[in-house]
């Protein structure tokens, strides 16, 4: 059924460019209850668990007023991804899709954005509520959610209301 | 006012690490009509022009089923930003701030994120709203928006609001 290299019946791949074109620090470690892909909550809404970023003290400055924001937009590395399916088929869905329809972790650059709650900062270790990812993951930026612009309620994806009814 | 390295005064800036720990693959452009930072609106919310993304054909199998999602989150790469910055006084407001309490694309992965509104799939170009950064900009990533995850009407950022009243 599946081939040698992992992909499933209807998946496509793609060839990779030969290098990259920009490079990713990573500023810290998020600390969560999950330590198995299995474990994992399929999206941040399903769990309350409380999990932790860990910024790198060095960028530790950089959370000024971060105190006063309700929500943040976390970016994070899914290192653990491979990043040439084009069309796949996730665990929980039994029909392969476009990779940029999906959340998946699959993808050409495997960077997660997640809204979590923000409970309490403290030096450079943030509390929050809403992520779904494996305990280590490399997290690459932290921003304000700003509901003027990131929030739209009305939004909606079209193949997943039809896979619902 | 300004030191010679472009540094504002109070602004902060850190020794950013030897080497990068991961690498991007730019995988299309964004043409807008915005040729200087200058022209750019402050944010995506603030301007209605069409603005077009270019997938790379390499990837274009990729979009399938994308053209049933109202709105998209879009990653890109402020290619032109500097990255050491930690506390920063971005051009539209007087005092300065946390980074990660900021939208700036000065951080150390200068990745935006906006919620863009699709209006059409054309082979490997989508026409979007909601952009607000400079023609040629790279792309990194295209994911759905899902309100039941994405969407925070209520939240509220704490500096921000104290800056308005």
Chains 1, 2 share one sequence.
Request: charged fraction near 25%.
């Amino acid at each position: 059924m599946n081939d040698p290299s992992g992909i499933r019946e209807g998946e496509v791949a793609v060839e990779l460019p030969p290098g990259f074109d920009a490079g990713l620090y990573f500023i810290g470690r998020i600390r969560t209850p999950w330590t198995s892909r299995d474990d994992c909550p399929k999206n941040g809404r399903e769990s309350d668990a409380v999990c932790t970023i860990e910024l790198d003290p060095r960028y530790a400055a950089g959370l000024q007023n971060v105190e006063s924001c309700s929500h943040l937009l976390v970016l994070y590395w899914m290192d653990k991804a491979r990043r040439d399916l084009l069309l796949q088929a996730p665990r929980h869905y039994s029909q392969h899709r476009g990779t940029f329809a999906l959340r998946s972790p699959v993808r050409p650059n495997p960077i997660a954005a997640s809204i979590v709650r923000l409970l309490e900062v403290e030096g450079s270790r943030l509390s929050v509520v809403g992520l779904d990812c494996l305990d280590g993951t490399p997290l690459l930026d932290i921003k304000p959610y700003f509901a003027s612009t990131d929030a739209v309620p009305e939004a909606s994806v079209g193949w997943h209301v039809e896979r619902e009814s």
